[in-house]
C-alpha cells in the first residue's frame, strides 16, 4: 500500500509539472508575441482624387437655370495615415493630407462663365479596418468609417461671395500592404467617399444657390512604418 501511494503521488506530481509546463508554454509565446506585435502603422502616400459631381438644382435669383450643371477637376495631393492595431486584425486608422485646390467650372449652359470658384478641400476620414494575414507577405485589408470633407479658402471667380458647406459622408476602403522587411512595407488602398453638400454664390447681384452630389474616390499609393 505504501508503495502503491508513493507511485501515485509521484504520478500526481508529473501530472501537476506536465501541467504547468504545458500552461507555460502558451503564456511564454503570447509574451513572446506581445513584444514583437507591432501596433502602429504610418503610411506616407500620393493620392490621386478622382471626381464625379453633378448639380441638378442650380438656381439664379430662385428661379432655375435650364440645363445648367458644373464640372470639378481631378486633383492630387500627399496624404498621410495613421493606424493602430487593436489586434493582429483589427486596427482604427485616420486619414487626411494636404488640401488640394478644386476649380469648380460651368457645364451645359454655364460653360462660357469658365471657372465659377476655387477652393481647397481635404477629407479626414476614420476607419475601422479589418487586416488578413495568413498570405504570407501580402496583407489585404477591408475599411468602413465615417469621414468630414472640410472646404478652405473659397476664391470668387465669375461668381461672387461664392461659399461651401462643410459636409459628412460615408467611406469604404480597400487595399493590400506588401513587406519589405521587419518594419517597412509598399501600401496601396482605394477610397469611396459620396457627399453632398450645399454651395452659394451671386452672379450679377443675383442669388445662386444649388445642391452638389460629389462621389470622389481616392486612389493612393505609398509606402508605411510599422513600429
Known amino acids: 500500500m505504501k508503495q502503491n501511494g508513493a507511485h501515485m503521488h509521484a504520478r500526481l506530481a508529473q501530472y501537476a509539472t506536465a501541467l504547468a509546463v504545458l500552461s507555460a508554454c502558451p503564456q511564454a509565446a503570447w509574451a513572446q508575441d506581445s513584444e514583437e506585435f507591432k501596433r502602429w502603422a504610418v503610411s506616407l502616400n500620393a493620392t490621386q482624387v478622382f471626381v464625379h459631381e453633378d448639380a441638378p438644382d442650380i438656381t439664379l435669383a430662385g428661379g432655375p437655370v435650364p440645363g445648367s450643371n458644373v464640372r ?11 493606424g493602430y492595431f487593436f489586434t ?79 459636409s459628412w459622408a460615408p467611406a469604404a476602403q ?7 522587411g521587419a518594419a517597412w512595407m509598399l501600401n496601396a488602398d482605394v477610397r469611396y467617399v459620396p457627399f453632398s453638400t450645399h454651395a452659394t454664390g451671386s452672379l450679377g447681384g443675383a442669388a445662386v444657390r444649388t445642391k452638389l452630389e460629389i462621389d470622389p474616390i481616392l486612389a493612393s499609393v505609398g509606402v508605411t512604418y510599422r513600429f
Open 88 to 166: 493582429a486584425n483589427v486596427a482604427g486608422n485616420l486619414f487626411l493630407g494636404i488640401p488640394p485646390i478644386a476649380e469648380i467650372d460651368g457645364a451645359g449652359s454655364l460653360d462660357p462663365l469658365g471657372t465659377l470658384a476655387k477652393v481647397s478641400y481635404g477629407p479626414i476620414i476614420l476607419s475601422a479596418q479589418y487586416h488578413f494575414n495568413n498570405l504570407g507577405k501580402v496583407h489585404p485589408y477591408l475599411g468602413v468609417g465615417v469621414g468630414r470633407i472640410v472646404f478652405l479658402n473659397e476664391r470668387d471667380r465669375a461668381l461672387a461671395n461664392f461659399s461651401i458647406d462643410d
Open 72 to 82: 470639378i477637376g481631378d486633383a492630387t495631393s500627399a496624404t498621410i495615415d495613421i
Open 174 to 180: 480597400v487595399g493590400a500592404r506588401y513587406e519589405l
